[in-house]
């Protein structure tokens, strides 16, 4: 899922996917360096003098005396706190010698592989004392650049697991960085993702034994539906599960055809996904189906559970925000979590606790903590949020007409805006808010450019002199407006933003033109634009240095941005 389907959570809680922009400075994965001053090109120039010593000889003698008969003694693989330490020359060796093999690709300096390195350790000390065959290693990777080529790797850490020797086709590891999440994913690959279940005394005790177990009932072990549920099995960390064939337990649990069932000890305490006869077992719906009802009607908000409300791929969320501090507050869970089980799997139902460490949840909705207790809407795709039509008490009633109401389009969204400034426009800059901006950004005799940013936003801190020196440049052309909005606390109706800094022009005229700036952010070829009547001469791409993400060009619709 991209960043438009978890607007209001941090990306640090989550790894982030290869190909997304990270949501705040410091991404989960670092990209791999290329081009002049990297590690391969260091290596290309040490080629010639290392030929030269490998010519002269031990002190430059000339070649040893090595017969033609004689092979290298085999090298061995150095460990580091029960990690395989691997190389260009033992990677090889390492497949030959173990047949389940996780490879961690990392950079020295990559914060992100120091904070994996302790949890990557437990994982293989918890192995090592089950005796598994499993084994976990590393690669430095800016000191083999012909296994970061030949891996494709272009981000760190990345972890990537070898079956059988297999050196072709690794299985690439995206799931959690918690020591146990990483060898219960190992434990999965080499050996049952299930546990076989023969009789209820078993059954019961699986089940007792978490909050949540899936068991499969299927009539013919040998059938691909089989397959599919263990295949989802080995990625589906957070919940337990087992499969039979036997008749017994068919009739013990009231089935007659085969079913998944998803067992837990809170809510309606079980639900069915029965098999369909004719297509079988579809992964993505089965997944879906166990995401949904795996989760309390009611959630609260926190690190621990945010990656689950987002995965479970619920398009419309409902928040109550309260202070779990105060007993009026947290009475008015029991109306809301009542109100919850008929939009089981069309409203998420989720509790934020105000008083926590969701400052910028309160941020994204506009939300001060003194509002609570209050209750807002939003679409995860849209990104539409709802407010109710007035401010009554909590309750299973209400909440239940307001979700019925913004469902059936009964109520229209807020955006955001912060007050408009008393001397929003003595600056050379002029400052825009929500309230103000289509005024401004509309005004048929002016020209207007802006720049909508993010407080936080590196590159647009960076492009900020520039633009500060074209606002005084064009300070005495009255038909000439250059400002700034921050759009992480203000949203207009005419378009969203999603990503920062974008930089768009509204020439003067009807029609509410807007032209959407894409070039090198300077002083020179901001005027140019400008003068130019919002067009550019045709020239040579240029690039512009942009850090975390790689560059690319800076006229590139593609250019990286730190997104929404």
């Known amino acids: 899922m991209g960043g438009a389907l978890r607007p209001y959570l941090p990306c640090y809680q989550n790894w982030v996917p290869r190909g997304c922009c990270c949501l705040v400075p410091s991404p989960l994965i670092c990209p791999r360096p290329t081009g002049p001053g990297t590690a391969m090109e260091s290596q290309l120039l040490l080629v010639p003098f290392l030929l030269l010593l490998g010519a002269l000889g031990p002190r430059g003698q000339?070649?040893?005396?090595?017969?033609?008969?004689?092979?290298?003694?085999?090298?061995?693989?150095?460990?580091?706190?029960?990690?395989?330490?691997?190389?260009?020359?033992?990677?090889?060796?390492?497949l030959?010698?173990?047949?389940?093999?996780?490879?961690?690709?990392?950079?020295?300096?990559c914060g992100h592989c120091k904070a994996l390195a302790p949890e990557y350790s437990k994982a293989a000390a918890l192995l090592a004392a089950e005796s598994a065959k499993t084994r976990l290693a590393k690669v430095d990777g800016p000191a083999e650049p012909e296994l970061t080529e030949e891996f494709a790797v272009t981000e760190y850490p990345t972890l990537?697991?070898?079956?059988?020797?297999?050196?072709?086709?690794?299985?690439?590891?995206?799931?959690?960085?918690?020591?146990e999440s990483i060898a219960e994913w190992l434990r999965r690959r080499v050996g049952s993702s299930a546990t076989?279940?023969?009789?209820?005394?078993?059954?019961?005790?699986?089940?007792?034994?978490?909050?949540?177990?899936?068991?499969?009932?299927?009539?013919?072990?040998?059938?691909?539906?089989?397959?599919?549920?263990?295949?989802?099995?080995?990625?589906?960390?957070?919940?337990?599960?087992g499969l039979t064939d036997r008749p017994q337990l068919f009739q013990k649990f009231g089935l007659t055809k085969d079913t998944v069932v998803l067992f837990k000890k809170f809510d309606e305490g079980?639900?069915?996904?029965?098999?369909?006869?004719e297509l079988g077992l579809d992964q993505g719906d089965l997944s879906r189906f166990l995401l949904i009802h795996?989760?309390?009607?009611?959630?609260?908000?926190?690190?621990?559970?945010?990656?689950?409300?987002?995965?479970?791929?619920?398009?419309?969320?409902?928040?109550?925000?309260?202070?779990?501090t105060l007993a009026p507050h947290r009475e008015l869970l029991a109306g809301f979590g009542e109100a919850a089980p008929p939009f089981r799997g069309q409203v998420l139902f989720v509790v934020?606790?105000?008083?926590?460490?969701?400052?910028?949840?309160?941020?994204?909705?506009?939300?001060?903590?003194?509002?609570?207790?209050?209750?807002?809407?939003?679409?995860?795709?849209?990104?539409?949020?709802?407010?109710?039509?007035?401010?009554?008490?909590?309750?299973?009633?209400?909440?239940?007409?307001?979700?019925?109401?913004?469902?059936?389009?009964?109520?229209?969204?807020?955006?955001?805006?912060?007050?408009?400034?008393p001397d929003w426009d003595q600056r050379p800059v002029k400052t825009l808010v929500g309230k103000n901006f289509e005024q401004v950004a509309f005004d048929e005799t002016k020209n207007v450019f802006i720049k909508f940013y993010a407080p936080?936003?590196?590159?647009?801190?960076?492009?900020?002199?520039?633009?500060?020196?074209?606002?005084?440049?064009?300070?005495?052309?009255?038909?000439?407006?250059?400002?700034?909005?921050?759009?992480?606390?203000?949203?207009?109706?005419?378009?969203?933003?999603?990503?920062?800094?974008?930089?768009?022009?509204?020439?003067?005229?009807?029609?509410?033109?807007?032209?959407?700036?894409?070039?090198?952010?300077?002083?020179?070829?901001?005027?140019?634009?400008?003068?130019?009547?919002?067009?550019?001469?045709?020239?040579?791409?240029?690039?512009?240095?942009?850090?975390?993400?790689?560059?690319?060009?800076?006229?590139?619709?593609?250019?990286?941005?730190?997104?929404?």
């Open 62 to 94: 000339g070649p040893g005396p090595r017969g033609p008969s004689e092979e290298p003694p085999e090298e061995e693989v150095p460990e580091e706190d029960g990690i395989l330490v691997l190389s260009r020359r033992t990677l090889g060796l390492a």
């Open 96 to 109: 030959r010698e173990h047949p389940a093999l996780l490879v961690e690709f990392y950079a020295p300096w």
């Open 160 to 179: 990537k697991f070898f079956r059988d020797g297999n050196r072709t086709h690794p299985e690439e590891y995206t799931g959690p960085r918690e020591a």
């Open 196 to 241: 076989r279940l023969e009789d209820e005394e078993n059954t019961q005790a699986l089940i007792d034994a978490q909050d949540v177990v899936v068991i499969g009932f299927f009539q013919d072990l040998q059938d691909e539906d089989v397959a599919t549920f263990l295949a989802l099995a080995q990625d589906a960390l957070d919940m337990t599960f």
């Open 270 to 277: 079980r639900a069915d996904f029965p098999v369909d006869e």
């Open 294 to 324: 795996s989760m309390h009607l009611v959630t609260e908000f926190n690190s621990q559970t945010s990656p689950k409300i987002f995965a479970a791929r619920i398009l419309n969320h409902l928040l109550l925000f309260i202070n779990q």
């Open 352 to 421: 934020v606790d105000v008083g926590a460490n969701n400052n910028h949840v309160l941020q994204y909705f506009g939300l001060k903590a003194e509002e609570a207790p209050t209750l807002r809407f939003i679409n995860m795709e849209t990104t539409k949020k709802y407010t109710p039509a007035d401010s009554g008490p909590v309750t299973a009633a209400s909440v239940t007409a307001f979700c019925h109401a913004v469902l059936g389009g009964e109520v229209k969204p807020y955006l955001l805006s912060q007050e408009v400034p």
């Open 456 to 564: 936080w936003c590196t590159h647009c801190k960076e492009m900020a002199p520039a633009w500060e020196a074209l606002a005084e440049k064009y300070r005495d052309h009255e038909d000439i407006i250059i400002a700034e909005l921050d759009a992480t606390a203000n949203e207009l109706e005419a378009f969203a933003v999603h990503g920062f800094p974008t930089l768009k022009y509204f020439p003067a005229g009807p029609g509410r033109k807007v032209i959407e700036y894409k070039s090198a952010r300077d002083l020179e070829t901001f005027s140019k634009f400008l003068d130019s009547g919002g067009k550019l001469p045709v020239e040579e791409p240029t690039e512009e240095p942009l850090a975390p993400i790689p560059e690319t060009p800076a006229n590139s619709t593609s250019e990286p941005k730190e997104e929404l």
